[in-house]
């Protein structure tokens, strides 16, 4: 019962407004100096494959969620889950590199990221733990990873032709 009402509280404490982050300003007076809140805002980019790539395939979109669940150090936790979405014609597979750094772009955490091979219509996800981050970054450099590999139809290609719809709700760190 207690364990309940501990729950309700914090529950309804997090609904709370933060006073001074609505106005943009701090508490007492001045609040230039405090930094604002995390955004949450979903980010978007439209990556396409190398310039030497003559077919390119569209319909494939990969979304990076951080979800983090405040506590005490010991039951506080933060996930990475990572969507793909296949919206195309053709049945694709390949790998993300992704790297997550802190609010100083200091390096957290990188992942390898496999979709599998997700058909016309279908969608896969993944989930990892995490440290919590402000900046993700792709990898576009990375050998064994998208744009440089991946699978069309059960065939490896490389450059990949696949265009990539991608978005997190962290703020995106273009190179």
């Not at 405040?70 to 996930?79: D, M, W």
């Amino acid at each position: 019962m207690r364990r309940a009402a501990a729950w309700i509280a914090v529950l309804v404490a997090s609904l709370l407004p933060i006073p001074g982050w609505a106005s943009g300003g701090g508490g007492g007076g001045g609040g230039a100096d405090k930094p604002a809140p995390p955004s949450i805002a979903i980010q978007k980019r439209v990556l396409k494959p190398a310039p030497t790539v003559l077919d390119p395939i569209g319909g494939f979109r990969v979304a990076i969620t951080q979800v983090s669940y405040p506590g005490v150090p010991e039951r506080s936790a933060c996930r990475l889950l990572a969507r793909a979405f296949n919206t195309g014609t053709e049945k694709v597979g390949l790998f993300l590199m992704v790297h997550t750094f802190d609010s100083h772009k200091v390096p957290l955490n990188s992942w390898l990221i496999p979709t599998a091979e997700v058909a016309p219509g279908q969608s896969i996800e993944r989930i990892y733990s995490c440290k919590l981050a402000q900046y993700l970054k792709l990898d576009v450099a990375n050998a064994g990873a998208w744009p440089a590999i991946c699978k069309v139809g059960g065939e490896e290609r490389s450059p990949c032709p696949v265009t990539l719809n991608f978005e997190a709700n962290l703020e995106l760190i273009e190179k």
